[in-house]
Protein backbone atom coordinates (compact mmCIF):
# COMPACT_ATOMS: atom_id res chain seq x y z
CA UNK A 1 0.00 0.00 0.00
CA UNK A 2 1.50 3.53 -1.19
CA UNK A 3 1.02 6.46 0.59
CA UNK A 4 2.05 8.37 -3.13
CA UNK A 5 -1.03 10.58 -4.14
CA UNK A 6 -2.51 9.91 -7.51
CA UNK A 7 -5.25 12.49 -8.59
CA UNK A 8 -8.14 11.68 -10.79
CA UNK A 9 -7.82 12.00 -14.24
CA UNK A 10 -9.95 15.41 -14.79
CA UNK A 11 -11.18 17.44 -17.81
CA UNK A 12 -10.56 21.17 -16.16
CA UNK A 13 -13.61 23.63 -17.77
CA UNK A 14 -13.86 25.97 -14.75
CA UNK A 15 -12.36 29.20 -14.43
CA UNK A 16 -8.75 27.99 -13.94
CA UNK A 17 -6.57 26.04 -13.55
CA UNK A 18 -6.82 24.78 -16.69
CA UNK A 19 -6.32 20.61 -18.21
CA UNK A 20 -2.43 21.34 -18.35
CA UNK A 21 -0.72 19.82 -21.42
CA UNK A 22 1.61 16.12 -21.25
CA UNK A 23 4.43 18.55 -22.45
CA UNK A 24 3.89 21.07 -20.07
CA UNK A 25 4.23 18.08 -17.30
CA UNK A 26 6.74 16.18 -18.87
CA UNK A 27 8.75 19.38 -18.53
CA UNK A 28 7.74 19.71 -15.45
CA UNK A 29 9.47 16.62 -14.38
CA UNK A 30 13.19 17.14 -15.63
CA UNK A 31 15.54 17.48 -13.14
CA UNK A 32 15.96 20.05 -10.81
CA UNK A 33 19.27 22.38 -11.06
CA UNK A 34 20.58 25.19 -9.43
CA UNK A 35 18.34 28.66 -9.46
CA UNK A 36 22.06 30.46 -9.96
CA UNK A 37 23.18 27.90 -12.57
CA UNK A 38 24.93 29.34 -15.78
CA UNK A 39 22.58 26.75 -17.63
CA UNK A 40 19.01 28.23 -15.85
CA UNK A 41 19.93 32.17 -15.99
CA UNK A 42 19.67 31.19 -19.80
CA UNK A 43 16.54 29.50 -19.47
CA UNK A 44 15.40 32.58 -17.28
CA UNK A 45 16.31 35.07 -20.44
CA UNK A 46 14.12 32.74 -22.38
CA UNK A 47 11.22 32.77 -20.76
CA UNK A 48 11.57 36.93 -20.07
CA UNK A 49 12.05 37.00 -24.32
CA UNK A 50 8.78 34.40 -24.59
CA UNK A 51 6.94 36.79 -21.86
CA UNK A 52 7.67 39.26 -24.70
CA UNK A 53 6.06 37.80 -27.02
CA UNK A 54 3.39 36.49 -25.48
CA UNK A 55 2.24 39.99 -24.16
CA UNK A 56 3.39 41.94 -27.22
CA UNK A 57 5.78 44.17 -25.14
CA UNK A 58 9.50 45.25 -25.51
CA UNK A 59 9.14 46.39 -21.96
CA UNK A 60 12.75 45.34 -20.25
CA UNK A 61 10.80 44.82 -16.96
CA UNK A 62 9.23 41.96 -17.92
CA UNK A 63 8.98 38.96 -15.75
CA UNK A 64 7.41 35.51 -13.63
CA UNK A 65 6.80 36.48 -9.95
CA UNK A 66 7.09 33.36 -8.29
CA UNK A 67 3.54 33.06 -7.09
CA UNK A 68 0.09 32.99 -8.81
CA UNK A 69 -1.68 35.33 -10.49
CA UNK A 70 -3.06 36.88 -6.78
CA UNK A 71 0.68 37.81 -6.78
CA UNK A 72 1.00 39.12 -9.80
CA UNK A 73 -1.91 41.44 -8.93
CA UNK A 74 -0.38 42.62 -5.61
CA UNK A 75 3.25 43.09 -7.18
CA UNK A 76 1.57 45.74 -9.71
CA UNK A 77 0.04 47.60 -6.64
CA UNK A 78 2.62 47.96 -3.99
CA UNK A 79 5.04 48.82 -6.51
CA UNK A 80 2.95 51.88 -8.06
CA UNK A 81 0.87 53.08 -5.34
CA UNK A 82 2.12 54.96 -2.42
CA UNK A 83 0.32 56.17 0.36
CA UNK A 84 -1.95 58.84 -0.11
CA UNK A 85 -2.08 57.98 -3.73
CA UNK A 86 -5.56 58.24 -5.55
CA UNK A 87 -6.34 55.23 -7.96
CA UNK A 88 -9.24 55.09 -9.64
CA UNK A 89 -10.52 51.48 -9.73
CA UNK A 90 -13.08 49.60 -12.32
CA UNK A 91 -15.20 46.90 -10.88
CA UNK A 92 -17.99 45.04 -12.88
CA UNK A 93 -17.13 41.24 -10.79
CA UNK A 94 -15.23 39.97 -8.12
CA UNK A 95 -11.46 41.26 -9.22
CA UNK A 96 -11.82 44.55 -9.13
CA UNK A 97 -13.25 44.40 -5.65
CA UNK A 98 -9.81 42.97 -4.59
CA UNK A 99 -8.04 45.78 -6.65
CA UNK A 100 -9.62 48.11 -4.19
CA UNK A 101 -8.66 45.97 -1.35
CA UNK A 102 -4.83 46.37 -2.44
CA UNK A 103 -5.30 49.81 -2.92
CA UNK A 104 -6.22 50.49 0.70
CA UNK A 105 -3.54 47.97 1.75
CA UNK A 106 -1.30 50.34 0.37
CA UNK A 107 -2.63 53.60 2.10
CA UNK A 108 -4.04 54.98 -0.99
CA UNK A 109 -7.15 56.06 -1.58
CA UNK A 110 -9.51 54.13 -4.34
CA UNK A 111 -12.26 56.05 -6.25
CA UNK A 112 -14.43 52.68 -7.30
CA UNK A 113 -16.15 53.27 -10.94
CA UNK A 114 -18.75 50.24 -10.82
CA UNK A 115 -20.38 48.78 -13.40
CA UNK A 116 -23.01 45.83 -13.35
CA UNK A 117 -21.65 42.38 -12.80
CA UNK A 118 -21.86 40.78 -16.24
CA UNK A 119 -21.26 44.44 -17.85
CA UNK A 120 -18.16 45.69 -19.45
CA UNK A 121 -16.66 48.67 -17.54
CA UNK A 122 -18.62 51.83 -18.60
CA UNK A 123 -15.23 54.14 -20.43
CA UNK A 124 -17.70 57.00 -19.92
CA UNK A 125 -17.55 56.79 -16.31
CA UNK A 126 -13.86 56.57 -16.57
CA UNK A 127 -13.64 59.72 -18.29
CA UNK A 128 -15.69 61.28 -15.49
CA UNK A 129 -14.10 60.04 -12.54
CA UNK A 130 -11.05 61.30 -14.18
CA UNK A 131 -12.94 64.54 -14.48
CA UNK A 132 -14.00 64.25 -10.76
CA UNK A 133 -10.45 63.64 -10.03
CA UNK A 134 -7.78 64.71 -11.93
CA UNK A 135 -5.44 64.16 -9.24
CA UNK A 136 -6.02 60.34 -9.70
CA UNK A 137 -2.33 58.87 -10.28
CA UNK A 138 -3.33 55.53 -11.89
CA UNK A 139 -6.57 53.87 -13.00
CA UNK A 140 -6.91 49.77 -12.40
CA UNK A 141 -9.23 47.49 -14.24
CA UNK A 142 -9.65 43.92 -15.13
CA UNK A 143 -9.31 42.94 -19.38
CA UNK A 144 -11.12 39.86 -18.74
CA UNK A 145 -13.39 39.23 -15.62
CA UNK A 146 -13.28 35.54 -15.10
CA UNK A 147 -16.07 35.91 -12.46
CA UNK A 148 -18.75 37.41 -15.31
CA UNK A 149 -17.34 36.08 -18.25
CA UNK A 150 -16.80 39.50 -19.72
CA UNK A 151 -13.80 41.55 -21.91
CA UNK A 152 -13.34 45.12 -21.08
CA UNK A 153 -12.03 47.23 -23.67
CA UNK A 154 -8.15 47.65 -22.73
CA UNK A 155 -6.91 49.73 -25.78
CA UNK A 156 -9.95 52.47 -24.46
CA UNK A 157 -9.33 52.36 -20.90
CA UNK A 158 -5.41 52.30 -21.06
CA UNK A 159 -5.63 55.83 -23.71
CA UNK A 160 -8.26 57.11 -21.20
CA UNK A 161 -5.50 56.92 -18.76
CA UNK A 162 -2.87 58.07 -20.73
CA UNK A 163 -5.11 61.34 -21.53
CA UNK A 164 -5.40 62.26 -17.70
CA UNK A 165 -1.92 61.83 -16.89
CA UNK A 166 -2.04 58.66 -15.02
CA UNK A 167 -0.51 55.10 -15.67
CA UNK A 168 -2.28 51.62 -15.92
CA UNK A 169 -3.04 48.54 -14.05
CA UNK A 170 -4.82 46.07 -16.05
CA UNK A 171 -5.53 42.35 -15.24
CA UNK A 172 -4.46 40.13 -17.40
CA UNK A 173 -4.68 36.59 -15.89
CA UNK A 174 -7.66 35.00 -17.75
CA UNK A 175 -6.87 37.02 -21.10
CA UNK A 176 -3.38 36.17 -21.49
CA UNK A 177 -3.35 33.63 -24.16
CA UNK A 178 -6.43 33.45 -24.70
CA UNK A 179 -7.69 36.59 -26.44
CA UNK A 180 -5.37 39.74 -27.62
CA UNK A 181 -2.96 40.98 -24.90
CA UNK A 182 -0.76 43.52 -26.59
CA UNK A 183 0.60 45.84 -24.03
CA UNK A 184 2.81 48.14 -26.16
CA UNK A 185 -0.27 48.85 -28.60
CA UNK A 186 -2.55 49.37 -25.61
CA UNK A 187 0.00 51.82 -23.91
CA UNK A 188 -0.65 49.63 -20.28
CA UNK A 189 1.66 50.53 -17.58
CA UNK A 190 1.46 47.41 -15.05
CA UNK A 191 0.32 44.28 -16.78
CA UNK A 192 0.27 40.94 -14.71
CA UNK A 193 -1.06 37.56 -15.59
CA UNK A 194 -1.12 33.73 -14.22
CA UNK A 195 0.06 30.99 -15.72
CA UNK A 196 -2.62 28.25 -15.15
CA UNK A 197 -5.76 29.66 -17.57
CA UNK A 198 -4.98 30.38 -21.11
CA UNK A 199 -1.32 29.82 -20.63
CA UNK A 200 -2.46 26.02 -19.88
CA UNK A 201 0.35 25.88 -16.80
CA UNK A 202 0.46 24.79 -13.38
CA UNK A 203 -0.53 27.17 -11.26
CA UNK A 204 1.94 29.00 -9.08
CA UNK A 205 3.39 31.58 -11.34
CA UNK A 206 2.31 34.97 -12.27
CA UNK A 207 3.86 37.17 -15.46
CA UNK A 208 4.08 40.84 -14.81
CA UNK A 209 5.60 43.80 -17.27
CA UNK A 210 6.27 47.24 -16.11
CA UNK A 211 6.31 49.64 -18.69
CA UNK A 212 9.48 52.33 -18.31
CA UNK A 213 7.16 55.08 -17.18
CA UNK A 214 6.22 52.69 -14.78
CA UNK A 215 9.54 51.88 -13.56
CA UNK A 216 10.12 55.67 -13.23
CA UNK A 217 7.27 56.28 -10.95
CA UNK A 218 8.97 53.08 -9.22
CA UNK A 219 12.70 54.44 -9.16
CA UNK A 220 11.17 57.83 -7.84
CA UNK A 221 9.40 56.12 -4.89
CA UNK A 222 10.37 58.02 -1.42
CA UNK A 223 8.37 55.59 0.43
CA UNK A 224 9.84 51.80 0.83
CA UNK A 225 7.66 49.04 -0.97
CA UNK A 226 5.62 47.55 2.22
CA UNK A 227 6.36 44.05 0.93
CA UNK A 228 10.11 42.89 0.82
CA UNK A 229 9.40 39.70 -0.96
CA UNK A 230 7.47 41.63 -4.17
CA UNK A 231 9.47 44.66 -4.17
CA UNK A 232 10.65 45.19 -7.77
CA UNK A 233 14.03 47.13 -6.98
CA UNK A 234 15.00 43.75 -4.68
CA UNK A 235 13.10 41.61 -7.25
CA UNK A 236 15.52 42.89 -10.22
CA UNK A 237 19.07 42.19 -8.57
CA UNK A 238 17.87 38.57 -9.70
CA UNK A 239 15.97 38.48 -12.58
CA UNK A 240 17.72 41.82 -13.95
CA UNK A 241 19.29 41.74 -17.53
CA UNK A 242 22.86 42.37 -16.03
CA UNK A 243 25.37 38.93 -16.09
CA UNK A 244 25.35 39.04 -12.31
CA UNK A 245 22.45 37.29 -10.15
CA UNK A 246 21.96 37.76 -6.34
CA UNK A 247 20.24 35.78 -4.36
CA UNK A 248 16.75 36.84 -3.67
CA UNK A 249 14.36 33.93 -3.26
CA UNK A 250 14.88 30.64 -4.24
CA UNK A 251 13.32 30.83 -8.08
CA UNK A 252 10.28 27.99 -8.29
CA UNK A 253 13.14 26.51 -10.94
CA UNK A 254 10.81 23.32 -12.04
CA UNK A 255 7.32 25.63 -12.54
CA UNK A 256 9.82 27.87 -14.88
CA UNK A 257 10.38 24.84 -17.17
CA UNK A 258 6.76 24.36 -16.79
CA UNK A 259 6.08 27.62 -17.79
CA UNK A 260 8.84 27.54 -20.48
CA UNK A 261 7.48 24.34 -22.16
CA UNK A 262 4.09 26.44 -22.41
CA UNK A 263 5.32 29.82 -24.08
CA UNK A 264 7.38 27.44 -26.70
CA UNK A 265 3.53 25.68 -27.22
CA UNK A 266 1.94 29.33 -27.76
CA UNK A 267 4.76 30.43 -29.81
CA UNK A 268 4.59 27.27 -32.31
CA UNK A 269 0.97 27.51 -32.36
CA UNK A 270 1.31 31.42 -32.84
CA UNK A 271 -0.57 33.91 -31.07
CA UNK A 272 -2.97 34.34 -33.88
CA UNK A 273 -4.14 31.02 -34.46
CA UNK A 274 -4.53 30.68 -30.72
CA UNK A 275 -6.88 33.42 -30.06
CA UNK A 276 -8.71 31.80 -33.31
CA UNK A 277 -9.30 28.43 -31.58
CA UNK A 278 -10.32 29.75 -28.52
CA UNK A 279 -13.11 31.83 -30.82
CA UNK A 280 -14.10 28.69 -32.83
CA UNK A 281 -14.21 26.36 -29.43
CA UNK A 282 -16.17 29.10 -27.68
CA UNK A 283 -18.59 29.40 -30.81
CA UNK A 284 -19.17 25.71 -30.97
CA UNK A 285 -19.88 25.60 -27.52
CA UNK A 286 -22.34 28.31 -27.76
CA UNK A 287 -24.46 26.70 -30.51
CA UNK A 288 -24.47 23.95 -28.52
CA UNK A 289 -26.13 25.29 -25.09
CA UNK A 290 -28.54 27.40 -26.89
CA UNK A 291 -29.66 24.31 -29.00
CA UNK A 292 -30.07 22.62 -25.63
CA UNK A 293 -32.25 25.55 -24.62
CA UNK A 294 -29.97 27.04 -22.18
CA UNK A 295 -28.78 30.52 -22.52
CA UNK A 296 -25.73 32.59 -22.11
CA UNK A 297 -25.55 34.99 -19.12
CA UNK A 298 -23.55 38.09 -20.83
CA UNK A 299 -24.32 39.60 -24.36
CA UNK A 300 -22.69 38.40 -27.42
CA UNK A 301 -20.21 41.50 -28.06
CA UNK A 302 -18.75 41.84 -24.51
CA UNK A 303 -18.49 37.80 -24.18
CA UNK A 304 -15.15 36.24 -23.19
CA UNK A 305 -14.36 33.17 -25.47
CA UNK A 306 -12.49 31.41 -22.82
CA UNK A 307 -15.13 31.39 -20.09
CA UNK A 308 -18.45 30.96 -20.93
CA UNK A 309 -21.10 32.42 -18.49
CA UNK A 310 -24.82 30.15 -18.96
CA UNK A 311 -27.74 30.90 -16.85
CA UNK A 312 -28.96 27.89 -14.59
CA UNK A 313 -32.64 27.01 -15.65
CA UNK A 314 -35.09 27.61 -13.93
CA UNK A 315 -35.75 24.46 -11.50
CA UNK A 316 -32.00 23.05 -11.65
CA UNK A 317 -30.03 22.20 -8.45
CA UNK A 318 -26.49 23.88 -9.17
CA UNK A 319 -24.59 22.31 -7.00
CA UNK A 320 -25.94 18.72 -8.05
CA UNK A 321 -25.53 19.41 -11.52
CA UNK A 322 -21.94 20.68 -10.86
CA UNK A 323 -21.22 17.26 -8.58
CA UNK A 324 -22.76 14.66 -11.24
CA UNK A 325 -20.51 16.33 -13.58
CA UNK A 326 -17.44 15.85 -11.26
CA UNK A 327 -18.41 12.81 -10.40
CA UNK A 328 -20.07 10.74 -13.32
CA UNK A 329 -18.38 12.48 -15.93
CA UNK A 330 -14.78 13.55 -14.48
CA UNK A 331 -15.71 17.25 -15.75
CA UNK A 332 -15.23 20.17 -13.94
CA UNK A 333 -17.27 23.37 -14.10
CA UNK A 334 -17.25 26.73 -12.26
CA UNK A 335 -20.07 27.73 -10.15
CA UNK A 336 -21.55 31.38 -10.09
CA UNK A 337 -19.20 33.85 -8.22
CA UNK A 338 -20.37 36.64 -5.92
CA UNK A 339 -23.32 37.95 -7.25
CA UNK A 340 -23.76 35.42 -9.85
CA UNK A 341 -23.62 32.62 -7.18
CA UNK A 342 -26.25 29.89 -8.30
CA UNK A 343 -27.26 31.88 -11.05
CA UNK A 344 -24.32 30.96 -13.47
CA UNK A 345 -22.33 28.07 -14.38
CA UNK A 346 -18.86 29.08 -15.70
CA UNK A 347 -17.80 27.09 -18.15
CA UNK A 348 -13.68 27.06 -19.15
CA UNK A 349 -12.48 26.83 -22.60
CA UNK A 350 -9.12 28.36 -21.32
CA UNK A 351 -5.49 27.19 -23.46
CA UNK A 352 -5.17 23.54 -24.09
CA UNK A 353 -8.60 22.84 -22.54
CA UNK A 354 -9.73 24.85 -25.36
CA UNK A 355 -10.32 21.76 -28.05
CA UNK A 356 -13.48 20.50 -29.91
CA UNK A 357 -12.86 17.18 -27.63
CA UNK A 358 -14.14 19.04 -24.60
CA UNK A 359 -16.48 21.26 -26.19
CA UNK A 360 -18.30 17.88 -27.04
CA UNK A 361 -17.64 16.16 -23.92
CA UNK A 362 -19.10 18.62 -21.46
CA UNK A 363 -22.27 18.96 -24.29
CA UNK A 364 -22.76 15.46 -23.44
CA UNK A 365 -21.99 15.57 -20.14
CA UNK A 366 -24.24 17.80 -19.08
CA UNK A 367 -27.25 16.76 -21.50
CA UNK A 368 -27.07 13.55 -19.22
CA UNK A 369 -26.68 15.29 -16.13
CA UNK A 370 -30.00 17.43 -17.01
CA UNK A 371 -31.42 15.03 -17.99
CA UNK A 372 -31.63 12.79 -15.17
CA UNK A 373 -32.47 15.58 -12.78
CA UNK A 374 -35.60 15.80 -14.75
CA UNK A 375 -35.02 19.24 -17.12
CA UNK A 376 -36.50 19.41 -20.93
CA UNK A 377 -33.18 19.62 -22.75
CA UNK A 378 -32.32 18.92 -26.67
CA UNK A 379 -29.02 17.59 -27.49
CA UNK A 380 -26.51 19.99 -28.73
CA UNK A 381 -24.14 17.78 -29.99
CA UNK A 382 -25.17 18.75 -33.81
CA UNK A 383 -25.26 22.10 -33.85
CA UNK A 384 -21.57 22.06 -32.10
CA UNK A 385 -21.12 20.13 -34.87
CA UNK A 386 -21.85 22.53 -37.22
CA UNK A 387 -20.32 25.44 -36.08
CA UNK A 388 -17.04 23.22 -36.50
CA UNK A 389 -18.12 22.51 -40.13
CA UNK A 390 -18.68 25.95 -40.97
C1 LIG B 1 -7.66 33.69 -11.48
C2 LIG B 1 -7.64 35.18 -11.48
C3 LIG B 1 -6.84 35.91 -10.59
C4 LIG B 1 -6.04 35.28 -9.49
O1 LIG B 1 -5.14 34.33 -9.94
P1 LIG B 1 -4.65 33.18 -8.91
O2 LIG B 1 -3.68 32.40 -9.73
O3 LIG B 1 -5.87 32.41 -8.54
O4 LIG B 1 -4.04 33.84 -7.74
C5 LIG B 1 -6.84 37.29 -10.70
N1 LIG B 1 -7.59 37.92 -11.63
C6 LIG B 1 -8.38 37.26 -12.49
C7 LIG B 1 -9.18 38.01 -13.50
C8 LIG B 1 -8.43 35.86 -12.43
O5 LIG B 1 -9.22 35.19 -13.29
Request: negative net charge.
Amino acid sequence: MTRSFYPPQRTLMGPGPSDVSPRVLGALSRPTIGHLDPVFIRLMDEIKALLQFALQTENELTLPVSAPGSAGMETCFVNLVCPGDKVIVCQNGVFGGRMRENVERCGGIAVMVEDAWGEPVDPEKVRAAFAAHPDAAILAFVHAETSTGVRSDAATLCAIARENGALSIVDCVTSLGGIEVSVDLWGADAVYSGTQKCLSCVPGISPVTFSPMAVERIAARQHKVQSWFLDMQLVMGYWGGSAKRAYHHTAPVNNLYALHESLVMLEEEGLEAAFARHALNHRALVAGLEAMGLSMAVAAEHRLVQLNSVVIPEGVDDAAVRAALLNDFDLEIGAGLGALAGKTWRIGLMGHASCERNVMHCLNALEAVLAGQGARVASGLAAARAAYER
